[in-house]
């Protein structure tokens, strides 16, 4: 079956402190990988993607994820946290290539709280 | 610019009301799909279309329906709404690589 886990429902972190939000996901193919970000009030902004190649891809905002094939985990990292990051994350899973099914499978979100 | 835009932002109805969310975008994708975000339990698919005329259910569609007779548009109708449809919709459009999305919708049936 196709799944992605977001196993942290909530986490606060101080102001300046280092972030790691986890995503593990379950796909029968190898897949593409996101995160996006969506601020209160705001609609979904993709943060970063992973297709191919380097595993550690960098994203806007100063946010970076690793791929990890045998963990089969997309972990999204940021070094010091801005108050400004407080939101929800999403980690999404999808079809390679450009066939006509596109559907993305969502991880349930990870809400982000920074404490000043 | 890329961009997928749907109307209204905002919509208080009534129980029974027909009442219709639109959604264009501007990139030429043939995938669409249209969400449903509640409290704990993320963004669920309620109808997607891979092309014109092609249209097929999501996770959760019943009480909605949509057409999809021109490429950019994809509306989302809601024939007799219900206080369980109260949510926040989204439309997203998707490309070979990311899904673009609307700024969403924000549903309140009373």
């Known amino acids: 079956a196709q799944s992605v886990t977001q196993p942290d429902i909530h986490i606060t972190v101080s102001e300046g402190a280092s972030l790691e939000l986890r995503c593990n996901y379950s796909?029968?193919?190898?897949?593409?990988l996101f995160w996006y970000v969506q601020s209160p009030g705001q609609g979904l902004q993709l943060l970063l993607k992973?297709?191919?190649?380097d595993t550690l891809v960098q994203g806007i905002k100063g946010f970076e994820a690793e791929f990890k094939r045998s963990q089969s985990s997309f972990n999204l990292r940021k070094p010091s946290v801005h108050w400004s990051d407080a939101a929800e994350y999403f980690c999404?899973?999808?079809?390679?290539?450009?066939?006509?099914?596109?559907?993305?499978?969502w991880g349930l979100g990870t809400s982000l709280a920074v404490n000043p | 610019e890329a961009q997928v835009t749907q109307n209204p932002r905002y919509l208080i109805t009534v129980t029974g009301k027909k009442l219709t969310v639109t959604c264009s975008q501007n990139?030429?994708?043939?995938?669409m799909s249209w969400y449903r975000q509640d409290p704990g339990l993320g963004l669920r698919q309620i109808y997607y279309?891979?092309?014109?005329?092609?249209?097929d259910k999501g996770d959760v569609p019943e009480g909605y329906k949509v057409s999809r007779k021109e490429k950019r548009n994809f509306p989302l109708i809601l024939e007799s709404p219900s206080p369980n449809q109260t949510s926040l919709y989204f439309c997203?459009?998707?490309?070979?690589?990311?899904?673009?999305f609307g700024q969403g919708t924000r549903l309140t049936v009373v």
């Open positions: 997203a459009s998707r490309g070979p690589s990311e899904a673009f």
């Open positions: 990139m030429n994708h043939e995938y």
């Open positions: 279309s891979m092309n014109v005329e092609v249209t």
């Open positions: 796909y029968g193919a190898t897949p593409y």
């Open positions: 992973y297709f191919s190649g």
């Open positions: 999404a899973v999808g079809p390679a290539g450009g066939g006509n099914n596109r559907k993305l499978i």
